[in-house]
């Protein structure tokens, strides 16, 4: 037998959770052809992997890389992704996805899609079906598993910032445009029930929403309504149930109600006085799968995540932000409710980190927390925020600390991350200008170094919740293993090497450790070589 490539004498950590075994591997057309001891064999590239580890390549549960992947210079853009051992990503959390478009939806997508890239996304798609087709036509630089948003079917119904429900007959709208991107190939749905339009859905949309993605036996992602104790989003005592375990609950009601396969996003608790709340979420977590829910749930191994700075803001006045945040009294009111909330979940301004202003009073504000950028500008922290939102048309990225823990305490963060049912996340927006998160840089080397050294779990474990755990996850029957007939992602690493080098005050470094990684069998990654201009991966489709 001859082979493309032979990946010889490495440790093969297959993605199952099995122990590592010696073996070759051998990649033909793309393809694992047969794992062993291949010593008989040929093939036209030999890489020596003795000392090496092998595994598959890294799948990102949550991204938002979707925007980014139809821009020209994509292959640049995702060399950290690369970098860091990822080979396939799973896109359109959060509701957010670029498909479908109507023409009550485009110029609203089109503007809010600066969030997630430099400049507007231009796309000559309306559908799912057109949108994938676009960039099956161009390429990929990584395989694309994507997701329909909630919150694009919606705002292409009704509007991105109409609040009332949705009446019976634009619900039979949105139920065509889910359906049609499913059969599209969309791997499932998602949910952004923290931004608009999806904070406006309640839980009868929700759970329609979610029967359709049941009955075409894919799963829903869901960022919940809330992630503090205290939410202006979610109604009841939260003395008596703090509002991030509700909005738990509310999704936990609507798969139960859907009969769907549920995933919850990124399970982080924020705010100091939020922390604690973390054994009673995984509790009623383990209740609803032991009453026989398909739950798991993913997250980051940080302690801040990336997020638009109108986050903060209640539902009841996004339709109308701007002119509240431009009124004095406004402010002045929106001010005292918010500091009163922050000071009863232990998060304040200070612990906002400024990604990409996104308009141009704030140039070289990029990277520093929002009271040290007020202080730059001569304005008051609030104000400083409140014009921030309004000049950059909602668009401006920010960090968010206090996520599950701090630098002196990962208690929470450890104990999310340890759970069995938590695969690996980035939810990062990665974009060629402003201060990056190191999340789109050190993800999956920070597991499998610092938390797999931290005794969380051991490196096979951990390595089969970033491959295996998620590709099960979502369908996808040949990724996430090392084993013949699967698609030849792999990457090869050195562990006595492997640590994350990114941190938030110098987030753009890569890793070390990470030596080759191929994609649909090709050499994307060669010792510290990137082809940013191969297209290697591939558009999957369900």
């Known amino acids: ?323 509240v945040l431009e009124s004095p009294d406004g402010l002045a009111g929106l001010r005292a409710m918010a500091e009163h909330v922050f000071a009863q979940i232990g998060f304040g301004l200070e612990d906002i980190q400024i990604m990409h202003a996104n308009a141009p009073r704030f140039v070289g504000c990029d990277g520093c927390f929002v009271p040290a950028a007020a202080a730059r500008l001569g304005l008051d922290p609030w104000e400083l925020y409140a014009r921030l939102v309004v000049e950059s048309r909602r668009t401006a990225r920010v960090l968010i600390h206090t996520y599950s823990g701090a630098e002196n305490d990962e208690r929470a963060l450890r104990r999310v991350l340890a759970h069995p049912l938590c695969t690996i996340e980035t939810d990062t927006i990665l974009t060629a200008h402003g201060h990056q998160n190191p999340a789109s840089y050190g993800t999956f080397p920070r597991v499998l170094s610092t938390y797999v050294a931290a005794g969380l779990f051991t490196f096979e474990e951990a390595v089969h919740r970033m491959t295996l755990a998620p590709a099960a996850r979502f369908g996808l029957r040949d990724r996430g293993i090392v084993q013949p007939g699967a698609a030849a992602d792999l990457v090869v690493l050195d562990r006595r090497a492997l640590r994350d080098t990114a941190t938030f005050v110098a987030p753009a470094r890569y890793p070390t450790g990470i030596e080759h990684v191929f994609i649909n069998g090709q050499h994307v990654l060669a010792a510290d070589r990137y082809d940013a201009v191969r297209r290697a991966g591939a558009v999957l489709r369900r």
């Open 1 to 323: 037998m001859t082979a493309d490539l032979l990946l010889h004498g490495g440790e093969v950590v297959d993605g199952s959770g099995a122990p590592a075994i010696r073996a070759d591997v051998a990649v033909r057309a793309g393809r694992i052809v047969a794992v062993g001891d291949l010593g008989t064999m040929t093939a036209a590239e030999t890489l020596d992997c003795r000392g090496r580890t092998i595994t598959p390549g890294f799948i990102d549960v949550h991204s938002h890389a979707d925007f980014v992947l139809p821009e020209a210079d994509a292959g640049a853009l995702v060399e950290p992704f690369v970098r860091q051992g990822m080979t396939t990503l799973v896109a359109g959390n959060c509701g957010f996805s670029p498909a479908p478009l109507t023409p009550r939806s485009a110029r609203g997508a089109r503007d809010a899609s600066r969030l997630m890239r430099d400049t507007p996304l231009e796309g000559s798609w309306s559908s799912m079906g057109e949108y994938l087709d676009t960039l099956a036509a161009t390429g990929v630089p990584l395989n694309l598993v994507q997701l329909v948003g909630h919150g694009a079917v919606r705002a292409a119904v009704t509007g991105g910032l109409a609040p009332a429900p949705p009446t019976p007959e634009q619900l039979q709208a949105m139920e065509r445009l889910t359906r049609a991107s499913l059969d599209a190939g969309a791997f499932g749905a998602s949910v952004g029930l923290g931004y608009a339009p999806g904070i406006f859905a309640q839980e009868p949309e929700l759970t329609a929403f979610a029967r359709w993605a049941a009955e075409a036996g894919t799963p829903v992602t869901a960022h919940l309504r809330a992630y503090s104790r205290i939410s202006p989003a979610v109604p009841g005592d939260p003395d008596q149930v703090p509002h991030n375990v509700e909005a738990i609950a509310e999704m936990l009601r609507v798969a139960t109600a859907a009969r769907a396969r549920l995933q919850l996003s990124h399970l982080i608790f924020v705010g100091r006085h939020t922390w604690p709340t973390v054994e009673q979420a995984l509790a009623l977590i383990e209740q609803a799968r032991a009453d026989g829910l398909d739950v798991a749930f993913d997250a980051f191994p940080y302690t801040a995540g990336n997020t638009t700075a109108a986050v903060l803001f209640p539902p009841d006045i996004l339709p109308h932000l701007e002119t």
